[in-house]
């Protein structure tokens, strides 16, 4: 069993609503930063975004009557192009933090993740206290809550923070750094991708809360609680967590 996810099922506050809210079918553009598998990414065969996130957003529009249209977009741009109204809705994979709190309105949490540290195998079994000593680099995304947590762990001189995901992977293979703090329901995958090359070598850091994201004061943030309260009282949120992580 991993870890990461799965004090997942934090309490969504009854509303006294016998049945959850209907959008009357109302076609919503969905965000997405789709290159953090399993969470979202493209499926190189069919084109088509998929992924854990994609299957939550659409198990909740079943539930409360609405369709879903994901749009790829860079992380770095995410957020202003939600309030630029691009998109109706964030899903990917974001953190909910007191800080983000103050620009934008989250859902409840549909599960809880903690960052890892991805290592080259040969890495395989180092501490944190040995990377701190031995002064090793770290590496993020740029402008998430991974490069935070590596700030936090050796300083920001010691971090160098991408653009994009997979530049710094490609920077951990390159050796021009030693460690990529990656949210712990994205390690496995990468671990398949890149089997006897990288490893999550240092596991249960900092953990958060995943939430979908809306403009302040969004009316749909409500709905969106519903439906997500549906799909954790049916057992669809535990079915879809077992799909892509093999949790009982």
């Given at each position: 069993?991993k870890k990461?996810?799965?004090?997942l099922?934090?309490a969504v506050l009854a509303t006294?609503?016998?049945h ?6 109302k ?14 990414s ?7 975004i998929?992924?854990?996130?994609v299957?939550?957003v ?5 539930k409360?009557h ?6 790829t ?7 202003a192009?939600l ?9 990917s994979g974001?953190s ?6 103050k620009?934008?309105?989250f859902?409840d949490?549909?599960i809880v993740n903690?960052?890892?540290?991805l ?7 180092i ?8 002064g090793?680099?770290?590496?993020a995304?740029?402008?998430t809550?991974?490069a935070?947590?590596?700030e ?5 001189e010691?971090v160098?923070?991408y653009d994009t995901?997979?530049a710094a992977?490609i920077?951990?293979k390159n050796?021009d750094?030693?460690?990529v ?7 496995a995958a ?5 089997a006897?090359e990288?490893?999550a070598?240092?596991k249960?850091l900092?953990s ?11 009316e749909n943030v409500?709905a ?6 549906e ?6 949120l535990?079915?879809l967590?077992?799909k892509?992580w093999?949790?009982?």
């Amino acid at each position: 069993m991993k870890k990461f996810v799965v004090t997942l099922a934090l309490a969504v506050l009854a509303t006294g609503a016998a049945h959850a809210a209907d959008l009357g079918g109302k076609l919503l553009k969905v965000g997405s930063d789709t290159t953090s598998p399993p969470m979202e990414s493209v499926d190189p065969a069919s084109g088509q975004i998929v992924g854990f996130d994609v299957d939550v957003v659409n198990a909740i529009c079943a539930k409360i009557h609405c369709q879903a249209e994901f749009v790829t977009t860079g992380w770095d741009g995410i957020f202003a192009a939600l309030d630029q109204g691009n998109f109706d809705l964030v899903a990917s994979g974001v953190s909910i933090t007191d800080e983000r709190k103050k620009a934008m309105d989250f859902s409840d949490p549909y599960i809880v993740n903690s960052q890892v540290v991805l290592t080259r195998v040969e890495d395989q079994g180092i501490t944190m206290d040995q990377f701190k000593a031995q002064g090793r680099k770290l590496s993020a995304q740029a402008n998430t809550t991974d490069a935070q947590v590596a700030e936090n762990l050796v300083g920001k001189e010691n971090v160098v923070a991408y653009d994009t995901f997979s530049a710094a992977i490609i920077a951990l293979k390159n050796k021009d750094v030693d460690g990529v703090v990656i949210n712990g329901a994205n390690a496995a995958a990468y671990e398949r991708e890149f089997a006897g090359e990288l490893v999550a070598s240092i596991k249960g850091l900092q953990s958060d809360p995943i939430g979908l994201v809306f403009r302040k004061g969004d009316e749909n943030v409500a709905a969106f609680n519903e439906g997500l309260q549906e799909i954790k009282k049916d057992g669809t949120l535990d079915k879809l967590i077992a799909k892509y992580w093999g949790l009982k």
